[in-house]
């Protein structure tokens, strides 16, 4: 009993910090981005630095806590940073991790209260410690489904400036100002990276690693190959445009087309939870079996792993790439 109620005060104690931290985070938005930036360059070691001297980097690493230092020197832990920062979320790696570690031990404290159940409370702590994971990785899609949405109307917004007689550098101010997030937003960012001496260029490829998009490597790429041999870059960005409207257009035809698919594999994979529940609570004690010995347990697990991998299969067939 001691050790459930130390595990409910560890929980709640995890769950409060990380929400108020994330509260000040909102409010210090732009602050904690900008630190979390030059935190991440300064742990890195490659092209991203841009050049950045030692003794700044030193600077900002002794400003980082040390548990953040700690994280970042983890590789899997930078690539989840890495992945948590083009979701565009305003938390750090480390408030995130206290979220999930707090779930986790919600869902199983709560779970094995009710049901004195080890195995069924660290699968319910299990799915609890995976819900943030799920959160982030649907915010950083619909962020890349945004930004994808917005780019050619950014490209010939650039393309439109250029002909006016703007330089490129120009262009790019220009769209970090004019369109909204995320645009605008990673647009501005490579402009004021600029001002404080990289080349434009460096800092649009700089954005591939903020953001998973074909697109701005198409653009990245014209663009450096524009600055080496020159050419018509205007006429190159509406081609480009034009390629990207249409192959949005081509999606939203598929996304119509495979509508009765999704439906099918979304009716399929709740169907048996759902018959399941409705049959324990019209019969009580018809999956007495299935619950209280192990080889009705084992079967349990069986049939829902079988159910996710089919509901998987489903999402990979009607899952068309363009």
């Known amino acids: 009993m001691l050790l459930i109620v130390l595990l409910i005060f560890i929980a709640v104690f995890l769950l409060v910090l990380s929400i108020y931290?994330?509260?000040?985070?909102?409010?210090?938005s732009p602050k904690a981005q900008l630190r979390r930036r030059l935190r991440h360059v300064a742990m890195t070691k490659g092209s991203d630095t841009g050049g950045m001297p030692?003794?700044?980097?030193?600077?900002?690493?002794?400003?980082?806590?040390?548990?953040?230092?700690?994280?970042?020197g983890i590789p899997l832990f930078c690539r989840l940073d890495s992945r948590l920062d083009r979701s565009g979320l305003s938390m750090t790696l480390a408030n995130f991790l206290a979220i999930v570690i707090g779930l986790g031990l919600v869902g199983f404290i709560i779970s094995f209260i009710f049901t004195r159940n080890i195995y069924l409370s660290l699968a319910a702590g299990i799915v609890l410690l995976l819900v943030p994971f799920f959160y982030m990785?649907?915010?950083?899609?619909?962020?890349?489904?945004?930004?994808?949405?917005?780019?050619?109307?950014?490209?010939?917004?650039?393309?439109?400036?250029?002909r006016s007689g703007h330089s490129f550098t120009s262009a790019i101010e220009l769209v970090g100002t004019e369109v909204?997030?995320?645009?605008?937003?990673?647009?501005?960012?490579a402009y004021d990276q600029q001002l404080l001496g990289l080349r434009i260029n460096d800092t649009l490829n700089n954005l591939n690693n903020r953001i998973d998009s074909l697109d701005l490597r198409f653009f990245t790429t014209a663009a450096d190959i524009n600055r080496e041999v020159g050419g018509n870059f205007a006429e190159i960005l509406d081609k480009l445009a034009d390629t990207i409207r249409e192959r949005i257009?081509?999606?939203?035809?598929?996304?119509?087309?495979?509508?009765?698919?999704?439906?099918?594999g979304y009716i399929l994979a709740v169907m048996?939870?759902?018959v399941f529940f409705l049959?324990?609570?019209?019969?009580?004690?018809?999956?007495?079996?299935?619950?209280?010995?192990?080889?009705?347990r084992?079967?349990?697990?069986?049939?829902?792993?079988?159910?996710?991998?089919?509901?998987?299969?489903?999402?990979?067939?009607?899952?068309?790439k363009i």
Do not use: C, W
């Open 249 to 264: 257009k081509i999606r939203r035809q598929l996304k119509v087309h495979t509508a009765q698919g999704r439906m099918t």
């Open 54 to 72: 030692n003794d700044v980097r030193a600077d900002i690493l002794k400003e980082t806590p040390p548990f953040e230092r700690f994280l970042n």
């Open 137 to 162: 990785e649907y915010k950083k899609r619909e962020r890349e489904l945004k930004f994808t949405e917005q780019f050619p109307d950014a490209l010939s917004m650039i393309s439109r400036s250029l």
């Open 298 to 320: 084992t079967i349990l697990i069986f049939a829902a792993v079988m159910q996710l991998i089919g509901f998987l299969v489903i999402r990979r067939i009607i899952n068309i």
């Open 180 to 189: 909204s997030d995320p645009v605008g937003k990673l647009f501005k960012t």
């Open 21 to 28: 931290l994330n509260v000040v985070a909102v409010k210090d």
């Open 279 to 296: 049959m324990n609570f019209m019969i009580p004690g018809y999956q007495k079996n299935l619950l209280e010995n192990d080889t009705g």
């Open 272 to 274: 048996p939870i759902v």
